[in-house]
């Protein structure tokens, strides 16, 4: 069965303490793999999709890197408003639909 | 360009009422999907549409129905509301999900009483 796994479920950070969000999966195929950020109270924002191991991608202080069982999102010297919920998203490669994990909720303190 | 809207925004049914959950894009994707969030539980798919006329069943569909009557709509039914289907309802678009990534609209926060 596919699944997707995200740990920790919640992170709790200094301004400027730099961190990793995992983000562990099972998938048949895996044909891409995607996070998303959302803010309380809002829909999911796509920051990146990453379609073979070795592969990475980088967006102002948030970079992730792609192997054959998960994924990591490094976030350097963070902000407070880097404080959201990040989620996972797989999708395996004989279908149109994605599998999402719980989670992780990050909160960056001043 | 407003992307994915969806109307309404918060609603309150009490058990057995029905209701119709509308969801809009202006992009011209052809898949689009509709989601429920809940907590420790992650977005779980309902039910999606991969063009104008087509529907399939996702996850969850039981107590939902669907219709994509024109391509850049997709509504979502609760025939008889239940509390178990209080929830935050998500919509959201792909041009093509094997090449794309999916948008996502605000959400609708729904309670059943």
């Known amino acids: 069965e596919d699944q997707v796994t995200q740990s920790p479920e919640a992170l709790r950070l200094q301004e400027g303490e730099s961190s990793s969000l995992n983000c562990s999966y099972t998938v048949s195929g895996l044909r891409g793999l995607f996070w998303y950020r959302q803010d309380p109270g809002k829909g999911p924002e796509f920051l990146f999709t990453?379609?073979?191991a070795g592969e990475e991608k980088e967006k102002e202080r948030l970079k992730a890197t792609l192997t054959k069982k998960e994924s990591f999102l490094h976030i350097t010297a963070p902000k407070p408003e880097d404080s959201a919920t990040y989620l996972c998203?797989?999708?395996?490669?004989?279908?149109?639909?994605?599998?999402f994990g719980t989670g992780t909720r990050l909160q960056v303190f001043p | 360009n407003a992307g994915v809207t969806q109307t309404p925004k918060f609603r309150v049914l009490k058990t057995g009422q029905s209701m119709t959950l509308l969801c809009a894009q202006d992009m011209n994707h052809e898949y689009m999907y509709w989601y429920r969030q809940d907590p420790g539980m992650g977005l779980r798919l309902i039910h999606y549409s991969v063009g104008e006329g087509t529907t399939a069943k996702g996850e969850v569909p039981d107590g939902y129905n669907v219709s994509r009557l024109k391509k850049q709509n997709f509504l979502l039914g609760l025939e008889s509301a239940a509390p178990s289907q209080t929830s935050v309802y998500f919509c959201?678009?792909?041009?093509?999900?094997?090449?794309?990534?999916?948008?996502f609209g605000p959400g609708t926060r729904l309670t059943v009483t």
């Open positions: 998203a797989v999708q395996a490669g004989n279908t149109d639909k994605l599998i």
């Open positions: 959201a678009s792909s041009y093509d999900p094997r090449l794309y990534e999916q948008y």
């Open positions: 990453l379609y073979s």
